[in-house]
């Protein structure tokens, strides 16, 4: 197809010159309060956010022939993004995943009859009316239903 995808590949943050130190510092630092504290395996989660696009919501890029003059981009405007928080336990038990979704127009949010089907697995469906980002409440919500 000859197609091109190009963007700013400039790195967003930058890793500290002595990062080996500071993680060897933090590690002590989680072994000393887990002694202290007595604190159980069972109690230590680990979270990772994912942000996931559905639908590309920048209105600079898509793809196109290589070298075209005039680029239309539909639907730019439909922003479909939505963040997965997925949380394991340091023994490896893997917990239900929460997806944090935003928007007010239908389209930009799961349907009420998926979510239904999707929470019966144990997944949870939050909504942050401000933006697709966990907040408080939805990091609440995540604690009181998952851990």
Known sequence: LNW????????????????????????????????????????????????????????DYTYEEWRSNQVAIHRW???????????????????????????KMAYSLPTHLYCKQVEAEAYIFSNNPNNYWCSFVTMKECFEKII
């Open 77 to 103: 405007d439909k922003k479909c993004v939505f963040i997965s928080l997925i949380s394991t336990r340091i023994c490896g038990v893997h917990l239900p995943t929460q997806l944090v979704w935003t928007g």
């Open 4 to 59: 091109s995808f190009q963007a700013n590949t400039k790195s967003s943050q930058k890793i500290p010159k002595d990062w080996e130190q500071e993680c060897y510092e933090t590690f002590l630092r989680l072994v000393f309060l887990i002694y202290t504290e007595q604190i159980l395996k069972t109690s230590i989660v680990n979270h990772n956010h994912s942000s996931i696009v559905l639908i590309r919501s920048d209105a």
